[in-house]
């Protein structure tokens, strides 16, 4: 029996293999609008995603409850103040899976509005361990988190003026002198 030689498209699909699954940051682009992946790389090479304020609450949720990956600690939240851009102030969660080892970057960009502080929904419902983090970005850089069970200063006085990991924050003019002392070496 002679056998015939495929027919070109069947050689095409045999060679062809199937799309890698999307991996958990497609999927956070393709279900919350606006979100995208930042231009720069990290030196940590950790995949990173950037979503919008009113997406993060859900965005996180879902990370956490029904992604695949089970994202099911939360690592880290952090605050950052960037002065020079339209939307200065950011928010970053680090959510690590016990189960597969993965970790992924959330950012959430924040500007003030008409003289406010900056405002996003709070997680710490979500997470409890995020209330005192949130509670620090709060008092340290000013970002006020939406539904928060307990916001206020937690590492200044209530009665402190400012926040002072804003770039912005006047640091004081204390002069201080420096002399020579023969017995000190210096």
Known sequence: M??????????????????????DIDLVIER?????????????????????????????SWLRRECETRYDMLVDVGGSHWPDRDEPFEVTYI???????????????VAPHGGELPVIPSIALIWSAANWPEREIY????????????????????????????KDFPLGEEPVEFYRSASSGV
Not at 32 to 60: C, K, N
Not at 97 to 108: D, F, L
Request: proline residues 15%; hydrophobic residues 35%.
């Open 2 to 23: 002679v056998q015939q030689p495929p027919s070109e498209g069947a050689t095409q699909a045999a060679d062809e293999t199937p799309p890698p699954p999307p991996t």
């Open 32 to 60: 919350f609008p606006g979100s995208f992946v930042p231009s720069w790389r990290y030196a940590d090479q950790m995949p990173t995603v950037r979503v919008l304020p009113e997406h993060i609450r859900e965005a996180i």
């Open 95 to 109: 959510l690590h899976s016990m189960s597969t080892n993965a970790r992924i970057r959330v950012k959430c960009a």
């Open 139 to 166: 008092d340290m850089f000013g970002v006020e988190f939406t539904d928060h069970p307990d916001l206020r200063r937690i590492l200044t006085p209530n009665d402190w003026e400012g926040h002072p990991l804003r």
